[in-house]
């Protein structure tokens, strides 16, 4: 076929699909058609849609300077901070997948008496921070220039309570991780924005207080301070942390060396007190709430992060996870205890840890995961809230004391 033939054809397919085009672009959908097929159409269920976390609209808040919320989803897919098994790059993806079956129509929190998706607050997922896997320092910076600005946005709607915390204003941050070292940043972060020690409520198998020399005392560098296991070592040494009403909890890892020294050698990180594991068959769960609020107090002035790994469960029910540690609590235990933890002042929150690389065909860990994002934000909602919401366990907090094993507790509402 002559040249000219074939450039006169190309020429008649663009022309028609530049006309298909134009027609498309001015066709305007008359109102009633757009009302039936929203009717038709505008409906998702648990199986479908985008993988946002609980169905949430999907913004990558970091390029659309404009967008604000009351509460942020984040994603911090980042791993190379770790000391065992990789993998956690991959969590934030796993937890969102997990959260499927939180939508917004079904999602009234019976123990809080609230549907956090349909109150008061906008509730963004912001997407992921496009963090570095080639430079740790690198990535440090990503992290915390990208917390800072999404914290310092404008919130949308005014708490129905009003203006009697230190958070009002300023939107939260529940970030799903990524390992446990993308704390330090929100940390930095955070303490920018509220200009104080902040308090830090650390549910883990671990310390995460080491000294960057138990790793090595001879091959070091800068980049070696940071890593999952020494991020609150640093913090504290930086002034980040309120070590005076910190608190770890969960806890049952090994110690280096051959005495308690982990626990003993004198050092600013050494201000959270310890809850370990095996505590919860004395205290029971509502114990365990008991010992934190007494620690951490309810201060509306000062501010609380929680940070979740997700290794605080066991390995049968949560065995997707970098570190696990045999002995921990289940599931149910330590839902129950942040349920018992509505009333802390929270300014942001993270779960991390989550590495599905690992879990199980049921995906049992990621399914944890999100269902605490779900009680974080739940109770990140209902402390806007005015009124008395009661809900599933609202008799726990009536001004009568409530009977633990047997024993009185102490323990009244005005005091949670």
Not at 277 to 298: F, H, K, N, S, W
Request: proline fraction near 6%.
């Amino acid at each position: 076929m002559p040249a000219w033939k074939s450039f006169v054809g190309l020429l008649a397919l663009a022309g028609g699909a530049v006309s298909c085009a134009h027609h498309g672009d001015t066709e305007v959908v008359p109102e009633h058609e757009r009302e039936e097929l929203l009717k038709k159409w505008d409906q998702e269920w648990s199986f479908t849609g985008i993988a946002s976390f609980a169905h949430l609209k999907p913004v990558k808040c970091l390029i659309e300077p404009s967008e604000n919320y009351d509460i942020a989803v984040i994603g911090a897919p980042f791993d190379t901070a770790v000391s065992y098994r990789p993998g956690a790059r991959f969590g934030p993806r796993a937890i969102r997948a997990a959260s499927a079956r939180q939508m917004s129509g079904t999602s009234f929190n019976t123990r809080a008496g609230i549907n956090p998706y349909k109150s008061w607050a906008k509730i963004t997922d912001c997407g992921d921070i496009p963090i570095t896997p080639f430079d740790n320092g690198l990535a440090e910076r990503q992290m915390y220039e990208a917390f800072l600005e999404l914290g310092s946005r404008k919130t949308v709607n005014a708490a129905p309570k009003g203006g009697d915390s230190i958070g009002t204003g300023h939107p939260k941050l529940v970030t799903l991780g990524g390992d446990h070292s993308v704390a330090l940043p929100a940390l930095r972060a955070l303490h920018q924005i509220y200009q104080k020690p902040i308090t830090v409520l650390h549910f883990d198998a671990h310390l995460d207080t080491w000294n960057p020399v138990r790793y090595s005392a001879y091959w070091q560098s800068e980049q070696t301070q940071f890593n999952h296991g020494s991020f609150f070592h640093k913090a504290s040494r930086e002034g980040l942390i309120c070590n005076s009403t910190s608190a770890h909890a969960g806890l049952r890892t090994r110690l280096t060396g051959v005495d308690a020294g982990d626990y003993t050698n004198p050092g600013p990180e050494q201000g959270f007190i310890r809850i370990h594991a095996d505590d919860i068959d004395e205290l029971g769960p509502m114990g365990v709430v008991e010992t934190i609020i007494q620690r951490t107090g309810l201060d509306p002035e000062q501010p609380v992060y929680l940070s979740v790994d997700i290794d605080v469960l066991d390995p049968s029910t949560a065995p997707g996870t970098g570190t696990p540690e045999p002995g921990g609590w289940t599931t149910r235990e330590f839902i129950r205890i942040l349920r018992g933890l509505e009333k802390l002042n929270l300014v942001g929150a993270d779960i991390v840890e989550v590495s599905p690389a690992y879990d199980n065909k049921g995906e049992t860990t990621a399914l944890a995961a999100a269902q605490v994002a779900f009680e974080i934000i739940t109770s990140m909602v209902k402390s806007g809230v005015k009124e008395d919401l009661g809900g599933w366990y609202g008799h726990l907090y009536d001004d009568v004391t409530v009977g633990q094993t047997g024993a009185e507790s102490e323990v009244t509402r005005d005091e949670l």
